[in-house]
């Protein structure tokens, strides 16, 4: 059964207000940037780029690097248009491309600026209260931070490293120092108790 | 008929598959199940969609408000890239392989016999390859196995690998049409990967063309028999369209025993192709090139984890 989580409303609206918009749905919002109109690419920037810049930011580490990634995908989206609306939402996709082509960047560095340590935290259970203005989208981060504290720490941190990070499982073996069955074990519960705990939620 | 497969054992091999941690005995268990079960995709899907759903739960940054205003004025500075069909997709095909289809039905009874002995010289050649592979000392390193060239027909591949005529045939399709046989066009192999991934098997550790001149145009979702995988399409700046196809293990469409070796066909007046198998998949990279373009080709190819 697939999840039934409605997907996350553009980010920037806990911090903007939202105009009306003047397109009817996503296809008629991707019709407008074929079409190469300006306002259409604001329009996109202004609904997600604050999901784009975040992701990027978590991987990348730093702000000009997330902020030239977030232009990069956005003037691509502009010059070629390769959203498909029939294969899934736009913020999962802008969430897939910016996660790929983040990591994608790292790996071209040979960079990995940051230690195992500093990510133990990252996808902790966010201790700050969430707007009650914006109940929506806090509602939606809540139900993830829940499912996520939910997990053992070590299921955690291991998605957290093999998804943000771009770790490759035995990289993670090596640096937490357990046998890389462990570490495959403790992902793929990981995955599969954060979709029951999620399918629950919605059930409730 | 009761299911012999525990739901648990399902679900994390599905699980496996979309972190891309299974190993490849696994693997071959995921995609006989896969085969067997259909249903097994909806679970793939269902964790696909948990997976990737992690972003969701950042705690949100903003980008600097300038950034917006830089983004517009270089969108409206940008020349809309205009994609035409790829030149390669006009090359005359059909006339091309209706011709040489003609000679070789003439010829295909003096060549069978010819064929039929070196198809007996390659099993032998790759029987004494094996052989000396196991014989090495395990310090040697056997990254860079030998390799095999067979100079050969198109009726001949027909006849003998039905699997390698459905990988040419599919690779002329997609440069008849060019830039249309691209279902998920991209330039970035990871994110290629990553939109692939729950449509088709994919490699944990993917081969991919990197060299500078190379431009990954996309990649599809292709089926050949029972078997499932995908095709990656690169535009080469002096050798044209290139085909690289990652197809699961099966028993059909029948293709030669592939190891890690590369088997080189290149085929007279025809794409010629370099195949070989890593165990969990076949591989194999389709273009008009020679034997040795194409061993100058696959020295390109590099592995990365998706």
Redesign the interface.
């Known amino acids: 059964m697939l999840l039934k989580v409605p997907q996350p409303h553009p980010s920037s609206e806990e911090n903007r207000p939202i105009p009306p918009s003047q397109y009817a749905d996503t296809n008629d919002l991707v019709a407008a940037i074929k079409r190469q109109e300006l306002d259409a690419l604001g329009y996109l920037f202004d609904h997600y780029s604050s999901l784009v810049y975040t992701l990027a930011y978590k991987i990348l580490g730093n702000s000009p690097e997330a902020e030239d990634l977030m232009q990069e995908i956005f003037l691509g989206l502009w010059e070629r248009c390769t959203y498909n609306p029939s294969r899934g939402s736009l913020s999962s996709f802008l969430a897939t491309v910016t996660r790929s082509r983040a990591i994608d960047r790292l790996r071209m560095k040979g960079n990995r600026r940051r230690i195992i340590s500093q990510w133990q935290q990252s996808l902790s259970p966010n201790p700050s209260p969430t707007p009650l203005d914006h109940a929506s989208q806090s509602e939606k981060r809540q139900a993830l931070q829940q499912a996520l504290a939910e997990l053992p720490k070590e299921y955690r941190q291991v998605l957290d490293l093999s998804y943000f990070g771009g770790y490759s499982q035995s990289q993670i073996a090596e640096q937490l120092d357990k046998p890389l069955g462990t570490v495959k074990t403790w992902a793929r519960k990981g995955l599969i108790q954060l979709r029951q705990s999620l399918q629950a939620q919605m059930e409730l | 008929m009761v299911d012999p497969t525990p739901h648990h054992r399902f679900?994390?091999l599905a699980?496996?598959y979309?972190?891309g941690?299974l190993d490849s005995e696994e693997m071959a268990e995921f995609q006989q199940l896969a085969t067997e079960h259909p249903d097994l995709w909806?679970e793939v899907?269902?964790?696909q969609?948990?997976?990737?759903?992690?972003?969701?739960?950042?705690?949100?940054?903003?980008?600097?408000p300038s950034?917006?205003a830089?983004?517009?004025q270089?969108?409206?500075q940008?020349t809309?890239?205009q994609?035409n069909a790829h030149p390669q997709s006009q090359r005359p095909w059909g006339k091309i392989f209706g011709s040489i289809a003609a000679v070789m039905t003439m010829a295909l009874g003096l060549q069978t016999v010819y064929f039929q002995q070196q198809l007996a010289q390659v099993r032998q050649e790759l029987a004494e390859q094996k052989s000396l592979m196991a014989s090495l000392p395990s310090t040697m390193p056997q990254t860079a196995p030998r390799n095999v060239v067979i100079t050969t027909t198109d009726t001949f591949v027909n006849q003998n690998w039905q699997g390698v005529e459905q990988i040419l045939v599919d690779h002329r399709k997609s440069l008849k049409k060019g830039l249309k046989a691209v279902d998920?066009?991209?330039s970035?192999?990871?994110?290629l990967?990553?939109?692939l991934r729950a449509q088709a098997p994919m490699p944990s550790a993917m081969p991919i063309l990197s060299q500078v001149s190379f431009k990954l145009l996309?990649g599809s979702v292709c089926t050949f028999g029972k078997a499932k995988g995908v095709r990656m399409m690169y535009d080469t700046e002096h050798h044209g369209q290139v085909s690289f196809y990652q197809i699961s293990r099966s028993q059909r469409p029948e293709l030669p025993q592939l190891t890690s070796e590369k088997l080189y066909l290149a085929i007279q007046d025809g794409p010629g192709g370099v195949f070989w198998s890593d165990g969990e998949f076949h591989y194999a990279i389709v273009s008009d090139l020679s034997a040795d373009e194409l061993k100058e080709l696959t020295s390109a190819v590099e592995i990365?984890?998706s």
């Open positions: 679900e994390e699980a496996g979309v972190l941690n909806e899907a269902g964790l969609e948990t997976l990737d759903l992690l972003p969701f739960a950042l705690t949100e940054n903003q980008p600097k950034t917006r830089q983004m517009m270089a969108a409206a940008a809309p890239i994609h998920i066009p991209s970035q192999p990871m994110e990967a990553a939109l996309g990365v984890e």
